[in-house]
Nanobody, 119 residues
């Protein structure tokens, strides 16, 4: 089992930036990919970014493509999400997770960190 510690959320004005961090521990040696998802009340969680942990392949949802960047430090099992040009519709609870299978299949997520974009 993998545990996650997520940080970096907060309140930011439209057009601003935030950087989320997620440190994974536990059974990380089987990780194929790490990803970020987000959820707003009353809606399903949506995968917005993912990266193959050995590098070379990333995924971004259309809603964040060109504004968010996923990166990672494999030596300490930490994944980041750099979020630029934030919009009010990016307001959500953000989660990180890991997958042993592919870029898109996640069975567990860490605790969420709230991101609020408001003027």
């Amino acid at each position: 089992q993998v545990q996650f510690v997520t940080s970096g959320g907060g309140v930011v004005q439209p057009g601003g930036s935030l950087r989320l961090s997620c440190a994974a521990s536990g059974r990380t040696y089987t990780t194929y990919a790490m990803g970020w998802s987000r959820q707003v009340p009353g809606k399903e969680r949506v995968l917005i970014a993912a990266m193959k942990w050995t590098g070379g392949t990333t995924y971004y949802s259309d809603s964040v493509k060109g504004r968010f960047t996923i990166s990672g430090e494999t030596n300490n099992n930490t994944v980041f999400l750099q979020m630029d040009n934030l919009k009010p519709e990016d307001t959500a609870l953000y989660y990180c997770g890991s997958s042993d299978l592919d870029l898109y299949t996640y069975y567990s997520w860490g605790q969420g960190t709230q991101v609020t974009v408001s003027s």
